[in-house]
C-alpha cells in the first residue's frame, strides 16, 4: 500500500538510473519527467492524452506519460527518449528517421521513436497497415507520416533480412 | 494539464479499496486513468482522493468457464482482452473490439471497468456488453451484487453504481452455436470517436430467434431497439429482411447534435449501422 | 527542364556539388535524442510561471476584476489586469488597415470588453505552474453579456452587434479588385455557370508545439529579452515596440528549435506584451507555456471566406473567360496581420488557368471569434479553392472532362513569364506535364476502369479529383500598400552573415526560424559548394537573435521563401567571405587570386597542392597576427561577412491594385481517388499523389517532405479538421479530443513525383515551396464532387464531414436545391 497523501516519495528508474523524489499526487508524470527530472526530450503536445508526443515506455508497455500520475511511477521502470541512443550511437530507429527524413520539427519525434521502439519489440517485422496502426495514437503536423512509416518500414524491413538471412544460414548448416 | 491538488493512495487489496472509497467523500477509484486523468486535467470534476486500484491482482484476471461464460475483472486492459486466448476462444468480438479503442497507448492503459463506469457515450464497449447480455459484478464494503448491463448504464457519465461501490468484473455470458455478434460504428476517423455505433447479438436457427440490437450515441446510454428486435424475431436471415427491420428505427429516438453529426444523421445511420451489425451477427453465427 | 521521379536517387551535376543532393539533415542529431531546445525547454534565472485568465464568454462587458483571493495566495508573485496593462502601453497595437477597421483597437488583454471565447482578461504569474493555475481560478471577474455573432457574412450587415465600437462597424476592409472586363465576358460568354455560395472554412494546422515564452523586462537596462518560438520576431517587435514604448534595440528576441508553426506563430504578440509588462510588474521573469486547449481557443485560426454570388463565363469550347464573385473573410475578432489576407490572395488571381477577367468584391469582417493569423496556404488557398470549384463545376454543369478543361485552361508552358491580369508574374512550370504524371501516379487508368466495373447498386462510389494549385513564394510587402495605401511597406529581404572563426571554423547565421523545414542543413549545402568543403564542415546557427546581428525587417520563416531569400542571403555572404579567405591567401602564398582553389577548409595554388594555406591560417592572420598583414588589406578584411538579399520588386499601383506581388510561383497538382459509401457519406482515400514544381531543389528529401506535409494537413483539413462555433460563440472543437488532427489511420501513403523548372528571377533558380496551395482539398473537394449526379448539389463547402457527404449523395432525391444553374447563350432567361 502507498499511504493516502498530497505528496508522496518516489522512487523510480529512467533509462537504468534510479531517482528518488518527492512529488505532488497531482502532478502528471510527463511534468515529473521533464521539470522534476529535466528529461525534457519527452514533450506536450495536447492537454486531452491524444498526441502521443509524451510517449514513454512504462513498465515495458507503451503509455502516454501526461495520463499517468507521478506518484503512479513509485517503483516502475521507464524508458525514455534520452535512453535510445547507447555510448553516443544513435539506435537503429534513430538512424532511419534520420536517414528517411522521417521528422522535420522533431517535435514529436520522441513520442514516435518510443512508439515506434515498442511496436517493433512486440512486433519486429511489421506491415505497412500495422505500422499506420501502431503509430495512430502519435500526432505529427509534419511529415504526413509518409516518411515516419518508411523509417519504421525500413528497420522492419532490416529485421525481416536479418530473420531471412538467420533461417537461410541455418538451412545451409 | 495542472490538476487541482488531490491525494492519491494505492491500496493492496480490494477490501483496503473499499474501505478507502467508502470513508472518503469525493474518493474515485482510479484504473487505467485514460479519461479520469483529462477530466482532471480540465479540472470538469472534483475528486478529492484518487484510490488507485490499477494494480490489484484480483481486479486483473481473465476466467473462462467449460461452459463458455468468461468474467474479465475490470482491471483488464484492452490490450489484455485484444490477446486474451480466452477471450478470442469464444468472444472474438469483444476482442476485436477491444483491438480498435483508440490508440496503443491507451489499449495499454484502459480498462474495462474505466470503459463502462465512465458512462461515456462514445465508449466503446458498453453497447457490445449490452449486446452480450452481460452482468456487471459489483462490490462494495458491505457486500456485492450484480446488474444486467442493459441496466448498469444510467446517464452521461453516471451508472448505477452506488457510492463506495466498485465495479470489480464483467460477466459475458457464451456465444454458443447459432449465435453471433456484430459490431459497426460510423466514426469520425479511423479508430476515432464514435459518431453513432451499434452492436447485436442474433440467434438463427433457420429464422432469426432472439436478436439484441443496441445503438450507441443516440442517446445518453445505449439503448436496445425493441422495436427492431421484435421485427427481426421469426424472419428469415436475409438483407432484405433485416433492412426491413432496421426501417423500424425512427423519430422515437432523437439523438443529439454536436458538430460531427446532426440529429438525423444519427437516426439515419443508426439504422445503416444497426443492419450493418445484424447483419454481421447473422454472418458470424452461421460460421458456427 | 529536367524531370525527375523521387524515388529515384539524386544525381550529381558535378562530382561535388551539394546543392540538389538529398544529404541526411544537421538537425536531427539533437532531434531524434530528445535534445532539441523548445520553448518549454527554456528557462531564466528567478522566473515564474505565467497563466492567463480567459473570459468564457464570446462577447460581454467587463464589469469588474478582483484579483485579491489570487494575490492573498502564497506564491503568488503578481498579477496583471487589463486595466492596469492599458495603463502602462503607450498606444494600442499598430494597425494595418485604413479607415474604420484602423480604428479597431486591441491592447495587451482585453480592456472593458471580452470579443470571443478565451479573450485574456488578466494573467497571473506564481512561483510554480500549479500555483499560477489555481490562483488565476481565484481572480473573480464579472461579465455582463453581449450579443454575438459568428457568420462572417452576417457581421457586415447594419444590425449585426458591432465587436469594436470605435470603428463603428464590423468590416474591416472593403475593396473592389476589377482586373480585364468581367462585365464583358459576361455578355459574350457562350454560357454563364452561377454558384449561389461556396464556403471555405476555419481550420488551422495546429503544430505540436503551441506557443509560449520566456520573457523578461530587465529594471536595470531595459532591455526586454524575449526567449519565443514565434516565427516572425521582427513584426512582433514592429507591433508590440511603440504599445510597451520599447525601441526596436531594447528587445532582445531569440529563438531556438521551433515545433512546427506554418505560419501559426506568427502573431501571439498581445501575449508576449502582456507577458512583458508582467515581468516589469512583478520584477521578475515570466514564462508562459501555453497549452493545447488554449491554443485552440485563443492563438489563431486560418482565414475562413465566403465566396457569394459566382459567375463564371465560359466559351462552348470550355474557355473559361473568368470569374466574378463576392468574398467575405471572417477574421475573428482582432486583427492580427490582417487584413492582409484581402490582398494577399490576389498573387494567385486566375490561379493556374490564363483568364483574363476577374472581379472580386471583398470585404474582411470581425466576428466574436478566434483572430486568425497566416496558416499554411494563407488566403492564396481560399481563392484558389474556389477557382478549383468553378472549374471541376463547369466541366460538371457543362459536361466537360475535368483533366480536359483544366489542360485547356492552364497556363500553357510557353507563356512563361506569364502576366497575370494584375500583374504578378508567373516564372515558370510546366502544369499539364505536372497533371498527367499525377494522374499517373496515382494509377488513375486503373481507378477509372475500378469505377465503370463498379458500376450502379453496390452501395460505393469511386471519385477522382484534382487539384491544381500555385505556392507563391517571397512576397513583395508593398502589396500591404493595397489594403492600405499609407503603410510604408514595399519589397522583401533578409539576411545572413558568414564568418570564419578563430580556429578556421566556418559558421552561418541566418535570420530565420524554421521549424522543420532543414535550414541549417540546405545552407549548409550551399556554402559548402562555394567553399569547396563538405556541409559537415560548415555550423549553422539559426534563429532571429539579436545577437548574431543577422536579420532585417521581414526576417522569419514565413510565405515560401528560405531557398529563395535564405540561401539567396547564405550564398552572397558565402561568396563576400569567400572573396576574403582568397585575397588573404593570396598574400600569404604570394599568387594571384585566379591560380587560387579552395578544397577542404584550405587554400592552394592550382597544381601545386604544397603551396596551401588552412582556413585556420586564414583566420590568424586577421584576428591575431594581423601587423603581418598589408595594413589596407588588414583594416579591410574581416572574415565576418553579412549579405541581405533583396528580390527584385517595384512597389505596386495601389489605385489599379497591380503589382508584382511574389517573386516566384511553384506549382502543386494533387489528384485523389476516393472511394464514397453511399449510405453513410463514408469517404475513403485509395489513392493520392502530388506533383510538385518548386525550380531548383536544394534537398530533394527535403522538398519531399514539405510536399508530404502540405498534403497531409490539407487532407486532415479537407475530411476531419474544423473550427466551429454556435451560435453562442462557443468553440464546438476546443482540444485534440474533439479536433480530430488527421492521425497515420487517416493520411494516406502520398506518391510524390517532381519536375524542376528553374526560376529566371532567383539567384539560384530555386523556387520557395512548402505551403503547398492547399492541393489537397481541391483534390478532396474534386474527388467528391466526381460522385455526384446531374441533379445532386455541388461541392459548396472545403470541409466534408460524411453528413455533409451523405447530404450531397441523396440531394438530388430529395430535389435539394443544387446551389448552381448556367445560363446559355440564346437561352438566356431560361435556367437550363
Known sequence: MIRQGTTHTIQVTVNGQVYNRVVEARQLLVHFLRDTLDLTGTHIGCDTGSCGACSVIFNGQLVKSCMLLAPQADGAEIETVEGLARSGELDPLQQSFSAHHGLQCGYCTPGMLMTATYLLRQNPTPTEEEIRQGIKGNICRCTGYVNIVRSISAVAEAHRATAVGTTEGRDQQ | ?288 | MSVTSSSQAATRERVRSWTGQSITRKEDGRLVQGQGSFIDDMGMHGQGYAWFVRSPHAHARIVSIDPASALAMEGVYAVLTGAEAREMCQVPFFQIAPGDGGRIEEWPLAVDTVRYQGDAVAVVLADSRDTARDAAELVEVEYDPLPVVVDGVKAAEPDAPVLHEKAGTNVAWHGTYDFGDIDWALKNADHVVKIDRLHFHRFSSTPLECNGAVVDWDRGTGVVEVKSNLQMPMFAAMVMGPTLGVPINKFSFSSRDIGGAFGNKISFYPQIAALALLSKKAGRPAKWTEYRTEHMLTSTHGNERTFLDIEVPVMADGTILGVKARAYDDVGAYLHYEPLGAVIWSQVVPGCYKFKNVQVDFTTTVTNKCPVSPNRGYSRMQHLWMLERIVDIVAHELGFDPVELRKANYVQPEDYPYQTPNGCVYDSGNLPLSLDMALELADVEVWRRRKLELGTGTGKRIGIGIGSTLDSGTNNFGQARIVNPDLPFSGNGEAAFAKLDLYGEVNINLGTTPQGQSHETTAAQVAADILNMSPDQVTVTTGFDQAHNSFVGFSGTYASQFAVTGLGAVMGAVEKLRDEILEVASFALQAPIDELELGDGACAVRGEPARAIPFIGIANLVYTNNAVLPIELASRVTLNCRHVYVPPFQVPDTEHKTGNLTLTYSSQIHVCVVEVDEETGVVEILAYSAVDDCGKRINPQVVEGQVHGAAGLGIAAALYESFEYDEDGQLQEPSFYEYHAGTARDIPGIRSGSIESPSPFTPNGAKGMGEGGGAPLHAVCSAIQDVLGKNDAIVADSHNPWERVHLLLHSGERGDPRGVRVVSRGTEGAWV
Do not use: W
Open chain 2, 1 to 288: 494539464m495542472l490538476l487541482k491538488s488531490v491525494e492519491y493512495v494505492r491500496p493492496d487489496t480490494v477490501p483496503e479499496a473499499l474501505d478507502l472509497l467508502r470513508s472518503n467523500v469525493g474518493a474515485a477509484p482510479l484504473a487505467g486513468g485514460q479519461s479520469l486523468t483529462n477530466v482532471l486535467k480540465h479540472r470538469v470534476a472534483s475528486v478529492d482522493l484518487l484510490v488507485d486500484i490499477s494494480a490489484l491482482a484480483e481486479l486483473r484476471s481473465i476466467t473462462r468457464t467449460a461452459e463458455g461464460v468468461i468474467e474479465i475483472g475490470s482491471c483488464v486492459t484492452y490490450d489484455e482482452i485484444d490477446h486474451s486466448r480466452e477471450v478470442r476462444a469464444g468472444h472474438d468480438i469483444v476482442a476485436r473490439v477491444a483491438a480498435h479503442i483508440e490508440d496503443q497507448q491507451i489499449r495499454n492503459r484502459g480498462t474495462i471497468g474505466g470503459n463502462c463506469c465512465l458512462s461515456d457515450p462514445t465508449n466503446n464497449l458498453p453497447p457490445l456488453l449490452v449486446a452480450l447480455g452481460a452482468t456487471m459484478n459489483v462490490r462494495s464494503a458491505g457486500g456485492s451484487r450484480q446488474v444486467a448491463a442493459e441496466d448498469f448504464f444510467k446517464g452521461y457519465f453516471l451508472t448505477a453504481l452506488e457510492p463506495g461501490e466498485l465495479l470489480t468484473s464483467v460477466t459475458i455470458p457464451p456465444l454458443l452455436s447459432g449465435v453471433g455478434a456484430g459490431y459497426v460504428s460510423v466514426s469520425v476517423a479511423a479508430d476515432s470517436k464514435a459518431i453513432v455505433r451499434a452492436a447485436a447479438r442474433v440467434e438463427v436457427k433457420g429464422v432469426i430467434g432472439e436478436a439484441r440490437v443496441v445503438l450507441a450515441r443516440v442517446a445518453s446510454v445505449p439503448v436496445r431497439h425493441r422495436g427492431m428486435e421484435d421485427a427481426l424475431r421469426g424472419a428469415p436471415p436475409t438483407a432484405e429482411s433485416v433492412r426491413a427491420a432496421a426501417a423500424t428505427i425512427g423519430n422515437e429516438l432523437e439523438p443529439i447534435a454536436d458538430s460531427h453529426g446532426s440529429s438525423q444523421y444519427r437516426r439515419e445511420m443508426a439504422r445503416v449501422v444497426a443492419q450493418r451489425a445484424v447483419l454481421e451477427a447473422i454472418a458470424e453465427g452461421g460460421g458456427k
